[in-house]
């Protein structure tokens, strides 16, 4: 299986630049899709879909979010950042679709 | 728009089996993916397996010989079936559906049942 490191949190200043990391443990990209997706998730909701394949913005997020990245590192980048995008922040990879999808652990994105 | 919604018992015995329903409205299940994914305490989150347009399945290999996914297409709900859970498998359980063109990421989610395995 696909392993996926993220670190475990990270603090930032209200209006300041987050940017989360995502490794994957091998290449995650198939030509030039780059099959890594984010999701954020607040207490006691669901997770929420970001960016899917690397770069591409969910449906009604705003442009504040960011992806980059490919073969086996992804950023997550969050400019600028505002109290609501307080929460965790998922990568997930579909790399080894349909048999296996793996999430990151999670970064936990706090006020510094 | 398509909205999910689990449901099911809160509370499973040890050797027991867990089932839970997720309920489908704004969007058929006979089209697109469909699957579950369920986060631990602690936070780890784990893909458990889809059912497909088609009925077609497929399970995470550390699960395939627990895991049972069905599906009612006259009520637009599908289900999960764990067998022989253990105290490991107390989690918070969602069902999603995937992205439209193919089964990458998973752009709906319910609002997820916490499920306590417990004697």
């Known amino acids: 299986d696909i392993v996926l490191t993220q670190s475990p949190a990270l603090a930032v200043s209200l209006g300041q630049r987050a940017t989360i990391s995502c490794r994957a443990s091998q290449s995650v990209s198939i030509s ?12 006691g909701q669901q997770p929420k879909l970001l960016i899917y394949r690397a770069s591409n913005l969910a449906s009604g997020i705003p442009a504040r979010f960011s992806g980059s990245g490919s073969g086996t590192d992804f950023t997550l ?13 998922y990568c ?8 296996m999808y793996t999430f990151g652990a999670g970064t936990k994105l706090e006020l510094k | ?30 089209s697109n993916y ?3 994914i369920r986060k631990f305490p602690g936070n780890k989150m ?25 599906r009612d297409t006259s009520k637009n709900q599908f289900f999960l ?6 105290t490991e498998d107390t989690a ?12 990458h990421w998973f752009a709906y989610w319910g609002q997820g049942t916490l499920v306590t395995v417990s004697s």
């Not at chain 2, 088609?54 to 069905?70: M, V």
């Not at chain 2, 918070?92 to 193919?102: F, L, P, V, W």
């Open chain 1, 32 to 43: 030039r899709y780059n099959l890594m997706h984010w999701y954020q998730q607040k207490p």
């Open chain 1, 77 to 89: 980048t969050i400019n600028p950042v505002q109290a609501d995008d307080i929460a965790t922040y």
């Open chain 1, 92 to 99: 997930q990879q579909s790399r080894e679709s349909p048999y």
């Open chain 2, 1 to 30: 728009e398509v909205q999910l919604q689990e449901s099911g018992p809160g509370l499973v015995k040890p050797s027991q089996s867990l089932s839970l329903t997720c309920s489908v409205t704004g969007y058929s299940i006979t």
């Open chain 2, 34 to 36: 469909w699957g579950w």
């Open chain 2, 46 to 70: 784990e893909w458990m397996g889809y059912i497909s347009y088609s009925g077609s399945t497929s399970y995470n290999p550390s699960l395939k010989s627990r895991i049972s996914i069905t």
């Open chain 2, 81 to 86: 079936q764990l067998n022989s859970v253990t």
């Open chain 2, 92 to 103: 918070t359980y969602y069902c999603a559906r995937y992205s439209i063109s193919s089964p």
